[in-house]
């Protein structure tokens, strides 16, 4: 059964599930009606992040112009250009046991493509999730709804993975930015 989280929650992802090591983590989102002319493109993307909480370099920035990073590790499955049907709209593969030692964190985002020229934000996007699936068994292990909580943000951090020894936990995180992906960039430090 999957464990349903709410913002700022923190939870064991790899202790109470022994010899996890490859994970799914699925977004998804519905769009508002709203008299836009534009078509809502909703990116998800990994920073795979140091100790800092920084990018130590370009290469570990994994999104639609990067789908997979060197070590193997992340792997982008793909741009979904409208968020239309049910499910995940997009999806990241994490195969745990493959992330550099080096890399304490991966952040998990979403932002809306050309927001500010379509004149989109996250007030028009509901039923935003981040779920994580055990991709052996496809079974989901967490979900996260993201609420209604935002009007003009235009990325969030929707939630994070993060080592704690020699373990994995899963961050609930929710938090937005306005700027889009150039302000999550220059946040980790790109």
Do not use: C
């Amino acid at each position: 059964m999957s464990i349903s989280l709410t913002k700022g929650q923190k939870i064991d992802l790899t202790k109470g599930n022994p010899g996890l090591s490859k994970v799914l983590v699925g977004l998804g989102w519905d769009v508002n009606k709203y008299d836009g002319q534009a078509a809502f493109d909703l990116d998800a993307s990994a920073f795979m992040l140091s100790g800092n909480g920084k990018l130590q370099s370009k290469a570990d920035f994994v999104y639609f112009n990067n789908l997979k990073h060197s070590s193997g590790s992340v792997k982008h499955m793909g741009d979904n250009l409208t968020g239309e049907g049910e499910g995940d709209d997009e999806q990241i593969e994490i195969d745990l046991s493959r992330v550099p030692a080096n890399i304490e964190k991966i952040s998990i985002t979403v932002t809306i493509y050309e927001a500010d020229k379509r004149k989109q934000n996250f007030g028009q996007v509901s039923n935003a999730f981040i779920r994580v699936v055990d991709e052996s068994s496809g079974k989901e292990l967490i979900r996260y709804d993201l609420g209604e909580d935002f009007s003009v943000e235009t990325a969030i951090i929707a939630g994070e993975l993060y080592r704690n020894g020699s373990e994995w936990k899963f961050n609930a995180v929710g938090s937005g930015f306005k700027g889009g992906l150039q302000a999550l960039a220059e946040n980790f430090g790109l």
